[in-house]
């Protein structure tokens, strides 16, 4: 398949199949802001569901949490993000582009000059007010990343769930960041949703556990369909690393735009819950039954975008293959990754006995499969709709099917079509898909 134009590609298909639109369109957008459409939200959902099944349900040593947004403002002062959050942006004094600092060499990328402004440091957070009064007693923050919720309730779910070392929290949500220079579609925006696990642990088996989760989770997204030759994981160097971290890796996808960042794991040492333990004066210490010891844990970061990761699948997953002299465009997501897993296609709509089966047949699956019904155009059409939008088998009603009691299935990626009795039809669907 030819690469180039790639993302142009996506950004048209998601669009005009509903996966991902511009924000607040019709007042002319929102700067990197994008909404997700039917498909899109499905999608999304499917990466949501497969992630929190990987990590929390199939795992006995892993829960989940769902915390607030908006949360204490010494949650930040505790946490480095109210001092140390910044990014120093410079504007290029030629073509009056702005850009991070750390993104840029000598020379800025847009116009090729070597003439910018001092670096300004600016901090990523928004910030709100809680209740009328817009002084600084109310001040919040949208939160910039999920994981602060979850050392903040440390002890709660300790006492709730008496889990023993090691064991690892899990949270999927929103996160803020006043980007300086956003872009690449969904791949750098304001607002986004992360999926983050603090994973505690004895600090003699924390490097263990950091490599552990490393493999785990790049397993998950070739596991979910990924090429493994467009992933790798990227050590940072030690002079790259926060001052309390032992470790951190990132993993990393081969965009069109080139290798960056899907998800980073860190081994954060015992400094947040050191942190939260003297801002708040409460004890978070693990008290360990068998050693009578009070430790603080280290904790294992696997911190996730679901945007990121989503858009990684798309990209991932869009093919075009000539069919008969014509170009077919495939979205080969995997069986768990697809948003629609059958569509119902009635040939003749215009075969009231035809529609009626169809629609009888699209009722029953329905219990058990994301299915649409669509008689909106010939059968050629209605195929090659479903293909770009990676739906994974069609069921065709033909005249023959009111005699014979078969419908024709024909599977996404080879388009082998089978005869299948009807009765039968739920039974074959499954055996496929789970
Ligand atoms: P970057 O270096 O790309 O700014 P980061 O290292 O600051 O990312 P983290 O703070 O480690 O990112 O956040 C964890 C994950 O959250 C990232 O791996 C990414 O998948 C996601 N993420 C972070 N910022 C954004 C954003 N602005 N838009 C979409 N996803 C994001």
């Known amino acids: 398949m030819q690469k180039n134009n ?18 607040s369109e019709i007042y002319g957008g929102l700067s990197s802001s994008w909404d997700y459409g039917p498909l899109g939200a499905e999608l999304k959902r499917n990466v949501k569901s497969a992630w929190w099944n990987a990590v929390v349900h199939s795992r006995d040593d892993l829960v989940g949490l769902d915390a607030s947004i908006l949360m204490h403002a010494q949650t930040w002062k505790a946490s480095g993000h109210t001092d140390n959050f910044h990014d120093v942006l410079v504007d290029c004094k030629n073509c009056k582009k702005r850009f991070r600092k750390d993104h840029i ?35 919040v923050y949208l939160r910039p990343e999920t994981a602060q919720g979850i050392f903040v309730n440390f002890n709660n779910v300790l006492d709730a769930t008496h889990r023993r070392l090691p064991f690892g929290i899990a949270q999927i949500g929103k996160s803020f960041r006043n980007e300086i220079t956003p872009g690449n579609f ?30 785990d989770r790049f397993q998950w997204y070739i596991d979910l369909g990924i090429k493994k030759e467009n992933l790798r994981v990227r050590e940072h160097p030690k002079g790259e690393l926060a001052h309390y971290a032992q470790g951190c890796s990132d993993i990393e996808y081969q965009f069109p735009f080139g290798w960056s960042e899907l998800e980073g794991i860190a081994n954060r040492t015992d400094f947040d819950l050191k942190q939260h333990a003297q801002f708040s004066g409460a004890d978070l210490r693990y008290h360990d039954q068998i050693t009578m010891e009070k430790i603080f844990p280290y904790v294992i970061e696997p911190s996730g975008g679901v945007d990121r990761a989503t858009l990684a699948f798309l990209v991932d997953a869009y093919d075009e293959e000539e069919v008969e002299g014509r170009t077919r465009v495939v979205l080969r997501l995997g069986k768990e990754l697809a948003p629609i897993k059958v569509a119902v296609l009635p040939l003749l709509k215009k075969n009231s006995d035809i529609v009626t089966l169809a629609k009888q047949i699209k009722k029953d699956l329905q219990k058990n499969f994301v299915c649409v019904y669509d008689d909106t155009a010939a059968i050629g059409k209605l195929y090659r709709r479903q293909d770009e939008v990676g739906t994974f088998y069609c069921v065709t009603v033909d005249v023959q099917s009111l005699e014979d009691r078969q419908v024709t299935v024909r599977e996404r990626d080879t388009m082998r079509q089978d005869r299948i009795p009807v009765e039968n039809l739920k039974k074959y669907l499954s055996d496929k898909l789970f």
């Not at 790639?6 to 511009?22: A, D, W």
């Not at 600090?203 to 263990?208: D, G, I």
């Open 6 to 23: 790639l993302m142009e590609k996506i950004v048209s298909l998601c669009k005009r199949r509903g996966f991902i639109f511009p924000s």
């Open 105 to 139: 060499g000598e020379t800025c990328p847009s116009c090729g000059a070597n003439d910018f402004t001092e670096g300004r440091a600016f901090n990523l957070m928004f910030r709100t007010h809680l209740g009328a009064v817009e002084d600084d007693g109310g001040l």
């Open 186 to 215: 969904t791949f750098r925006m304001r607002e986004f949703e992360q999926m983050e696990i603090e994973y505690f642990t004895r600090p003699q088996e924390a490097e263990e556990c950091y490599r552990t989760w490393i493999k």
